[in-house]
């Protein structure tokens, strides 16, 4: 992985401003920081105008784990593109695969419910339902190794067997084959007729996306590490701040939109200072 505030990093980042392309990021742990209590996660008031001045000059877009109903109050219309559910919401997927997500969903959430659920509280494992997808979360359990593992195990008894995505102090049912953020973005990238994209998140539901073998996508993770398909990382969530002002910098220096897409040497501007 490279720094993308790396000589390199940023030439990828011009590259990418010369071209129609899509902006896209995670929530939480990208645009917010991660909080004990999932209902307080925010975004900063430096990030969402951030965010707001990039939506103003290109498609941008932001593609979460969480419910939609649950993510558009966060984002409060910064954005034009909501994707949610890991990618199963907020797209052009026929209703018939939400549909069926849905059904699946709710069968799920009965067999958690009864002794298997109290087996979960006791555990201090709290259920998220997200309608289309469920979430166990274990943030703050006394014991989260084991924690961790009941939640596992209680998802892997579920009929019909989930796709079951781990996470940051999260077990994530996801009815299986259904599209992931890969899938969305690439959705999303041929509806806006774009020929590239960045794509930042933090997780592992973000590797749906950095391992798309899709070289016209620029992908890029908080926190370096080993064995994550992304291209770039940033060191931490605080740096998503300064590549949003990056990008507002770099897009505002862009030529009429006539000129975009011409040879980089008759552009008037070079890059901008990355701080
Ligand atoms: O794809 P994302 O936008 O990153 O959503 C992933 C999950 O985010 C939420 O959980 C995470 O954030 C919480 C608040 O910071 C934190 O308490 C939790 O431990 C994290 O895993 C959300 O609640 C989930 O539904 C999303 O799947």
């Known amino acids: 992985m490279i720094d993308l505030f790396s000589d390199s990093g940023l030439a990828r980042l011009e590259a990418l401003s010369r071209t129609e392309s899509l902006y896209a990021f995670d929530f939480d742990g990208t645009l917010a920081e991660i909080v004990r209590e999932r209902d307080r996660a925010q975004v900063t008031p430096q990030v969402r105008r951030a965010l707001h001045e990039l939506g103003r000059l290109a498609p941008t877009a932001v593609v979460s784990g969480r419910a939609l109903e649950d993510l558009e109050p966060r984002i409060e219309g ?3 593109y909501l994707i949610g ?3 199963l919401e907020g797209t052009q997927e026929e209703a018939e695969v939400r549909n069926q997500a849905q059904a699946v ?3 799920w959430r009965e067999q958690l419910g009864g002794s298997a659920g109290a087996k979960l509280h006791d555990e201090g494992i709290t259920l998220e339902d997200k309608t289309y997808s469920l979430t166990l979360h274990y943030r703050g359990t006394r014991n989260s190794t084991r ?3 009941k939640a596992k195990e209680a998802l892997s008894r579920l009929t019909p067997a989930p796709r079951i995505i781990l996470g940051k102090a999260v077990v994530n049912a996801v009815p299986a084959g259904s599209p992931h953020k890969g899938a969305a973005i690439r959705s999303l990238m041929r509806r806006l007729n774009v020929t590239t994209a960045l794509y930042v998140g933090d997780d592992v539901t973000d590797e749906d996306v950095f391992a798309l073998p899709d070289a ?3 992908t890029v993770r908080i926190g370096r590490k080993r ?4 291209q770039f990382y940033l060191t931490d969530q605080g740096q998503v701040a300064r590549l949003l002002d990056y990008l507002v910098k770099l897009l505002s220096m862009r ?3 006539h000129t975009i897409g011409e040879p980089p040497g008759i552009m008037t501007a070079g890059r901008p200072a990355a701080r």
């Open 85 to 87: 559910n890991h990618g």
């Open 105 to 107: 969903s709710r069968s």
């Open 216 to 218: 016209r996508i620029v």
């Open 147 to 149: 924690a961790k593992r």
């Open 227 to 230: 064995g994550s398909r992304a």
């Open 78 to 80: 910064a954005v034009s």
């Open 255 to 257: 030529p009429p939109p």
